[in-house]
């Protein structure tokens, strides 16, 4: 069934566990995360984010992300993450996205705040959720590295006030965490997501899920993490997948599809029991 994210995310900080966010630039994609959590019995989030349009447009996302929710036996939100303009987030509910992520996170603080508002301000009349960025979530590789992470950590108090104001669903935190693959281990700042759990009191998100030790997702989830965002894992999969039937002897594009699919469902059921999700929906 298609959700937003409001009730899924209330229910797995409540009770101590994790919601997993799968990008699903492709049908394959899509069938691997939603299946899997059906099998598992699972409530999932999937979607897509602005900087993955250049592969599968937003309008064609929609066109099979929402009747695929919308037919599962288990509650699905779809969430464009990483919204970077206005006029993204709101094509992206003009076509059926149940959940916008507006990242402001590198404006100004007040201007973040009074975008992310409004943004509030129209996702809710319509149904939809809102998450929110504070601090600021770099990139393992290329432009967006920061060489000094923890100049840009999330502040326990500032976070507060921002939820406050702006009346986000859920807040993306900048706690040690970076999007794509991991250099080096990362160390995350457990105690860190303890406040800002405790000064905010809503449902807290983990960008740049893949590559984390299990460890650190258990911990995450417990100090309260309740959204795990995870792609680099599941796209890597994908073409382990297609290497492995090219390797069997796979000679078509249709041929190599159930070989990704196989390996990508490995990885969302790992996450989701991980998570601890399952038989949640």
Known sequence: MLVNMRTMLENARRGGWGVGFF???????????????????????????????????LERVAEYLIPMAKKAKVPVAVHYDHGLTFEK???ALRLGFTSIMYDCSTAPYEENL?????????????????????GHVGDNEGAGRLANPSDYYTDPDVAADFVARTGVDC???????????????????????????????????????????DDDFREAVKRGISKINIFTDLDKAGRAGAEKGLAEGAKTLMQLMPYEIEAMKAVVKNKIELFGSVGKA
């Open 23 to 57: 990008n699903a630039v492709n049908v394959e994609m899509a069938r691997s995360v939603i299946e899997t959590a059906e099998e598992l019995n699972a409530p999932v989030i999937v979607g897509t984010a602005q900087i993955l349009l250049p592969y599968m447009p």
């Open 89 to 91: 987030c709101m094509e």
């Open 114 to 134: 009074e975008n992310v508002a409004e943004m509030v301000k129209i996702c809710h009349a319509m149904g939809a959720t809102v998450e929110g960025e504070l």
């Open 171 to 213: 807040l993306a935190v900048a706690v040690g965490n970076a999007h794509g693959d991991y250099r080096f281990p990362p160390k995350l700042d457990f105690e860190r997501i303890s406040t800002i759990s405790g000064a905010t009191g809503v449902p807290l998100v983990l960008h740049g899920g893949s590559g984390l030790a």
